[in-house]
Nanobody, 122 residues
Framework: QVQLVESGGGVVQAGGSLKLSCAAS????????MGWYRQAPGKKRELVAA???????YYPASVKGRFTVSVDTVGNLLYLQMNNLKPEDTAMYYC????????????????WGQGTQVTVSS
């Protein structure tokens, strides 16, 4: 079990930056993989960053080069640095743990935070 609490969302103008944080209730080093998802109203949830325990990261084309996932293993924090934000990045962002991908189900996670809202104005 792990509890996740996100913070750092807000309103930003297009082209701006935000850094989201996710506090985990146990050592991140014991979690195989973590990720960030987002869901906009009326749209399917999509993964925007995944980070494995070996440090490797995956980003979909929609955010690659703009978003960066990182961890603070001392503070048990997962971060998502978002640069050059666009109005289409507006969504609720969720931190997740024990994240994996399969050809049948796509990206899935076992544990979820409550989410933090990101709004990008044009």
């Amino acid at each position: 079990q792990v509890q996740l609490v996100e913070s750092g969302g807000g309103v930003v103008q297009a082209g701006g930056s935000l850094k989201l944080s996710c506090a985990a209730s146990r050592s991140i080093s014991t979690i195989n993989s973590m990720g960030w998802y987002r869901q906009a109203p009326g749209k399917k949830r999509e993964l925007v960053a995944a980070r494995s325990s070996d440090g490797s990261a995956y980003y979909p084309a929609s955010v690659k080069g703009r978003f960066t996932v990182s961890v603070d293993t001392v503070g048990n924090l997962l971060y998502l640095q978002m640069n050059n934000l666009k109005p289409e990045d507006t969504a609720m962002y969720y931190c997740a743990a024990e994240t994996s991908w399969s050809s049948d189900s796509g990206w899935e996670s076992d544990y979820w935070g409550q989410g933090t809202q990101v709004t990008v104005s044009s």
